[in-house]
């Protein structure tokens, strides 16, 4: 990656803490790409600003304002995570495919299970989309601000791409490393605050029918989750918990 397509680059970076953040500045300096992380705790960190812990939504808007004018990609990527093989994401984003996401891998955990599954749905139909690394082209990321309240911002900016009539990509060449749940409890809450989000999402936004229909029928194919055993239990009731808080008008962006 050379000089200019460096500078034509900007992170923006949620943190809640500044667990992290220390060593996510090392990994962007040694990309060499301008970045600013936005943390819910004071730092005396360069390009680390603070701002009140509002949700990811609000720290994305709030790190917006830091784009430079000679940015074209938008790189939104969690704190606590580890990217590799970068430059295979930036080869696919243009004009058209104005959004890219990077695979996330897991160590342990019953989300190592549930990202198999996952994927091979979304290399074919994307269902949702991964915030842990995402690559937006800079008008069209423009054209989304402000993100409005949503548990899972990622799901609402690419189900705006959709719906503005630009293509995503699902990149499992560049993938980030990070950890997630552990136990099945932590599991099911989990999946309750994401599935929450992913229909707040659904509710501000005209993705594809098809997409529409997914979600529609979701709730309904719980069952089949239960061929996974303890683990797909946690899954189904997580989805049905998570449908059910939306239905109750659950519309909050904070975790």
Sequence with gaps: MDAATRSQIFFVVPARTRDGVREKIIELENLGVPYVIVCGEETDYPNVVYRPKKGKFDAINYGARYLRAETKIVCLNDVDTKIFNFERSLE?????????????????????????????????????????????????????????????????????????????????????????????DEEERYKTRTVTGLYQALSLTEPPPLIRAFYLILPFLTPLLLLQGRRGLAWANGILLGFTNFLRGDRVGKF
């Design 92 to 184: 696919k984003i243009s004009k058209e495919l104005a959004l890219v996401f990077c695979k996330v891998r897991l160590d342990s955990g019953p989300q190592v299970h549930f990202y198999s599954l996952l994927d091979r749905i979304r290399s074919s139909l994307p269902i949702n989309s991964s915030g842990e690394l995402m690559l937006v082209e800079r008008s069209v990321f423009d054209r989304i601000l402000p993100i409005p309240p949503c548990k899972t911002e990622d799901n609402y900016i690419s189900f705006r791409v959709l719906e503005f009539g630009y293509k995503l990509f699902f990149c499992e060449d560049c993938w980030v490393e990070t950890k997630r749940t552990q136990s099945l």
